[in-house]
């Protein structure tokens, strides 16, 4: 790679097979799932793992979401019990995060989950992720693919900008359709709202971590997702300096969906923070977002981005 800059490879065999070996190399390469683009590396490896926290400059109390292929390796590195199995071959595979016991024996390294005794898991749907799972042939570590706090990457390039130097290798298979990480689930409460909504799940919703309770599921920490610059929400119009997100019948220098449509709005939402986070005003607002399906997750988004310590 350059000394800057992460290769970026279109999705196909040859990148697939570059970035195999790249994780069986024991490195951390970037690329997408249904929800965003993830950093991928060995999570049965210790200094892998390790990367991955030093790459994004993570917080070492943050746990990962391990990745894994099917239900059947999943069950060989968490404890299923008969709610939790019910959820998997339902939604899996897919944009759900189990939180469960992690068998002692499992062979994830320690790091992966901070020092808990429970395991984030998911078997993702994403072509280029389960390839991945597949030639790499170890469950893969795989937090969002951006510096830690930031605005998560729904393209190879959001990837690129954020990690420049830190990574080898990205592979770029577009933008992600659901634009907003996964839905994480502990028992019957909902740990980070996403794609999957409290109504299909059946779920109560969770707020925000409290600032000093304990982080049990990635996600969760009172600021994160956040751009560079201040973001005001629920506007309704545009104030002095600011470059206004829209939606529905408010308008923008950028809008997430002009006919309020919530799905099209969390697809768009870390894209739209993005370019307005790379323009030139000096502080970013946002239009209000129905709090109803899928805009919980929106907004989840929005107030951790918005929260400043």
């Known amino acids: 790679m350059s000394p800057t800059n992460p290769r970026i490879l279109p999705y196909g065999e040859a990148a697939i097979a570059e970035a195999a070996a790249a994780i069986r190399a024991g490195q951390c390469v970037a690329v997408p799932t249904e929800t965003v683009y993830g950093l991928a590396a060995d999570a049965t490896d210790s200094r892998a793992v390790a990367g991955i926290y030093e790459a994004k400059g993570r917080p070492s109390f943050n ?141 109560s919703e969770a707020g925000p971590v409290p600032v000093g309770e304990a982080v049990t599921a990635p996600g969760q920490l009172a600021s994160h997702y956040a751009p560079s610059k201040p973001l005001r929400l629920n506007a309704i119009a545009r104030e002095p300096g600011e470059w206004l997100i829209g939606f529905g019948d408010i308008a923008g220098d950028d809008s997430l969906s002009p006919s309020g449509n919530l799905t099209e709005a969390a697809a768009k939402l870390f894209d739209s923070l993005h370019r307005a986070d790379a323009a030139s005003a000096p502080r970013l607002a946002i239009a209000p977002i129905p709090p109803h399906g899928i805009g919980a997750a929106i907004n989840d988004r929005l107030r951790r981005a918005a929260h400043r310590d």
Do not use: C, K, Y
Request: aromatic fraction near 4%; charge should be neutral; glycine fraction near 10%.
């Open 63 to 203: 746990p990962l979401i391990v990745h894994v292929p099917d239900l059947a390796a999943a069950e060989w590195i968490a404890v299923f019990d008969a709610g939790a199995r019910m959820l998997a071959e339902r939604f899996w595979p897919g944009p759900l995060t189990l939180v469960l016991p992690v068998w002692r024996d499992s062979g994830i390294a320690s790091l992966v989950t901070a020092g808990l005794d429970t395991i984030a898991i998911r078997v993702p749907a994403h072509r280029a992720m389960q390839a991945l799972l597949a030639a790499a042939g170890v469950p893969l570590a795989a937090p969002s693919a951006n510096a830690s706090g930031g605005i998560s990457p729904t393209r190879a390039e959001h990837v690129a900008r954020s990690l420049a130097g830190r990574i080898p290798l990205v592979i770029d298979d577009g933008a992600t359709a659901a634009g907003l990480e996964s839905t994480i689930v502990q028992g019957s409460r909902i740990l980070r709202p996403g794609p999957l909504t409290a109504e299909l799940l059946g779920f």
